[in-house]
């Protein structure tokens, strides 16, 4: 199993994917593999979320696929039972922690502050979600994380793109980010896996 600490060395960019039809999963999976990418973050803001994770891994397991946007216990559960192999959750309450923490996978937290980073560090997380990323202060803020709290990775998340995906990178803080560019609307809607595969060559290459 992976940990969460090698989550982030998976690849530089983690596909923050959105489907409404879970059939395209397998395929969206296949194309981002083909391009380097080595994992795919399915959030759970659709009714087709679940099944979606259960195909790519039952049809895609070269590639490690995760439940994004857990913010409950139950979705915690119902990822674990579709078969995520990760969990990320964009905020963290007591209850979702210890239910995410008990389904034995490994996840990213989600942290905004460094007080909520402290937090999740007393509770010997080391490899948390910074969200959203830009509007928490960017680069920046992670930079300024780094004084006091050296230890954390984090994977920022939330208007991160190909423009400023470098900048984040290039903290010694940060082993990758979430980004959704990788996976526009339109070419999933078209079925255009040519460009998410072209998407995810150049989301690759950003890891040098």
């Known amino acids: 199993?992976?940990?969460?600490?090698?989550?982030?060395?998976?690849?530089?960019?983690?596909?923050?994917?959105?489907l409404d039809?879970?059939?395209?999963?397998?395929?969206?999976?296949?194309?981002?593999?083909?391009?380097?990418?080595?994992?795919?973050?399915?959030t759970l803001r659709t009714p087709a979320a679940l099944e979606a994770i259960e195909k790519v891994a039952a049809q895609v397991p070269d590639i490690v696929v995760g439940a994004g946007t857990v913010t409950t216990p139950e979705q915690a559960r119902q990822a674990a039972e579709a078969?995520?192999?990760?969990?990320?959750?964009?905020?963290t309450t007591d209850s979702l922690l210890d239910a995410v923490t008990a389904t034995g996978?490994?996840?990213?937290?989600?942290?905004?502050t460094v007080s909520e980073a402290?937090?999740?560090?007393?509770?010997?997380?080391?490899?948390?979600?910074?969200?959203?990323?830009?509007a928490s202060?960017?680069?920046?803020?992670?930079?300024a994380f780094a004084g006091p709290l050296p230890h954390l990775r984090f994977c920022p998340t939330g208007g991160v793109s190909v423009s400023n995906a470098a900048d984040y990178l290039a903290l010694s803080t940060v082993g990758c980010v979430g980004g959704s560019w990788l996976t526009p609307k339109d070419a999933v809607a078209e079925g255009d896996f040519a460009r998410i595969e072209s998407l995810a060559k150049e989301a690759a290459a950003l890891g040098g």
């Open 105 to 112: 996978l490994p996840f990213l937290p989600g942290a905004a």
């Open 1 to 18: 199993m992976t940990t969460s600490s090698e989550l982030l060395d998976l690849s530089p960019v983690m596909p923050v994917v959105v």
């Open 21 to 42: 039809d879970a059939d395209t999963a397998p395929d969206v999976a296949r194309a981002l593999l083909a391009g380097g990418i080595g994992a795919i973050e399915l």
């Open 83 to 91: 078969g995520a192999a990760f969990l990320v959750t964009p905020g």
């Open 137 to 143: 202060g960017g680069p920046a803020a992670l930079k």
């Open 118 to 134: 402290m937090r999740l560090a007393e509770r010997g997380l080391d490899t948390l979600k910074f969200f959203p990323a830009e």
